[in-house]
């Protein structure tokens, strides 16, 4: 008796990727670039670079493909080198400026004041106008979950600096979600 193995269609995509088919790259490719150009607008801010970036990402997704090893999900995988590639960017154009001790950060705000009428899209805007290194470390820690650790390791700064910049990311976002808030409440009066 012999068992039958069913594979995601997702796995017999990669495994055709692996054989560098091109019909197979072309269909990856659509079903991802969307969700990937949006992983890599989070750390760039010009659209066309992001895009740029992201597609420099899907070359060394192809190129690379044998290293995934099909531990975790595929689409991870894909991430985190869009990040990684977003993260190159940014520290080949020196456009960071991360040194800022832990000490000198404002007190945490208080994120309970907020109305729940903002979508996400509204808050991936404001995200998008935070400095670089404030969008960069909270983008790590608060939409891909890595650690401090990890933040200052791909980096190149300290822990402290990554707790630092998260800080003040946080501020600066809560001072411009108060300030969003009060001009729609202003409209609805």
């Not at 796995?11 to 019909?23: E, N, P, T």
């Not at 991802?32 to 997704?61: H, N, P, T, W």
């Not at 729940?116 to 960069?136: C, F, H, I, S, W």
Request: charged share 30%.
């Amino acid at each position: 008796m012999r068992l039958k193995i069913y594979r995601s269609e997702e796995d017999i995509l990669v495994a055709k990727c692996r054989k560098q088919d091109g019909q197979a790259q072309k269909e990856l490719y659509d079903r991802y670039a969307s969700v990937m150009l949006g992983v890599c607008c989070r750390y760039i801010r010009d659209f066309d670079q992001a895009e740029d970036i992201m597609i420099g990402g899907f070359v060394k997704v192809f190129n690379r493909i044998d290293q995934f090893k099909g531990e975790g999900s595929f689409e991870g995988w894909m991430r985190r080198i869009m990040v990684n590639e977003s993260l190159t960017y940014i520290r080949k154009n020196k456009n960071m400026y991360l040194e800022v001790d832990i000490e000198t950060v404002d007190k945490e705000p208080d994120y309970n004041t907020l109305n729940n009428e903002m979508e996400a899209n509204d808050l991936l805007k404001l995200v998008q106008q935070l400095p670089t290194g404030y969008r960069t470390v909270f983008n790590m820690y608060a939409i891909e979950g890595y650690s401090h650790k990890e933040i200052a390791e791909q980096l190149g700064i300290s822990e402290n600096t990554s707790k630092s910049q998260l800080s003040r990311a946080r501020v600066l976002l809560q001072k411009q979600l108060l300030k969003t808030e009060q001009i729609i409440n202003q409209k609805m009066r």
